[in-house]
Each structure stands twice: as C-alpha cells, then as structure tokens.
C-alpha cells in the first residue's frame, strides 16, 4: 500500500511541475503579466462604499480662448477639480467662496460676448444656489453652483450647447 501512495504523490508532483513549466513560472527570462489592485475596504451593514471620482486639478490661471476655440475644457473654474466632463457637460468642485466661483463665471460669460445673461443668487440659511445662463446665435452656457451650509465644497455644474 506505501508503494502505491508514493506513485500517486509522485504522479502529483509530475502534474504541479508540469503545469509550472507550461506556464512559464519556472522561466527566468520570460517576462510575466502582473495585476495589481488595491484592496477594497469593507463595508460595515450600515453603510455601502460609494464609488470616488479620480479628480482631476484645474490650473490656477485661465487663458482666455477664443470663441471659434471654446469648449467646455475652458469654462473650468481655476484650482478646482474636475469630478466628472463630457463634451457638454461637467462637475466641479472647489473650496472658494460661492461668491468668489459666481463673479468668475459672471466675467466668463459676460467675456464670451452673450447677447442674453440672467444670473440668480441665492442664499438661504447659508445654503448656496446661484444659477448664470448666457446666450448667443449657436452658443449657451449654464452654470449651477450650489453649496450646503454644514459642507466645506462647492459644488459646480457646467452645461455647454
């Protein structure tokens, strides 16, 4: 009987080796795909992790562009970064001022030469929502800039057409 249990452990061993040598982890030279991943943190039964936006950070400086130039890329507010952009829209977040965020825009639109603007500010308990719309033949830009009372970020909402 020990006669056949060394056979099967050597058949085993034959088929571990053989397997090794098939996928080349037993090659010195022979390069190797490697994944890496970060592990993801547990949730607890009250609470379900919530996905994070890679940000992305806005230059402090604006150049202006020229309108045959303009894209949604340069209605960005300066130091703040980027949660989300499409071709027409995008997400922002910052921690200026609100009203800092809403005289750039203001000087933004009014720079890209729009026929009709309306800017509505509003400050309730010191929650935030200012909405600025500027207008022209073939050119809209809308801008949302929302912020609650008890939050530290500024949140930003830019739509192009």
Same mark, same amino acid.
């Given at each position: ?27 010195? &030279?022979?390069? /190797?795909?490697? @994944?890496? +991943? ?9 609470? =379900? ?53 809403? &005289?750039?825009? /203001?000087?933004? @639109?009014? +720079? ?9 500010? =509003? ?39």
């Amino acid at each position: 009987m020990s006669n056949l249990r060394l056979l099967v452990i050597l058949i085993l061993i034959l088929v571990v080796l053989s397997f090794i040598q098939k996928e080349g982890l037993g090659s010195k &030279n022979q390069k /190797k795909n490697v @994944i890496v +991943s970060t592990p993801t943190p547990k949730a607890t039964p009250a609470q =379900t992790p919530i996905p994070t936006p890679i940000p992305t950070l806005v230059p402090s400086t604006s150049i202006p562009i020229p309108s045959s130039q303009r894209n949604i890329s340069s209605f960005a507010y300066p130091g703040s970064i980027i949660l989300s952009k499409s071709e027409k829209e995008m997400t922002l977040q910052s921690l200026d001022d609100p009203q800092a965020i809403t &005289n750039w825009y /203001k000087e933004k @639109i009014i +720079s890209a030469g729009v026929n009709a603007k309306s800017f509505v500010t =509003t400050n309730t308990n010191g929650n935030v929502l200012n909405k600025l719309v500027g207008a022209k033949s073939g050119f809209k830009i809308s801008v949302e800039i929302s912020k609650k009372n008890n939050e530290g970020k500024t949140e930003i909402s830019v739509i192009y057409s």
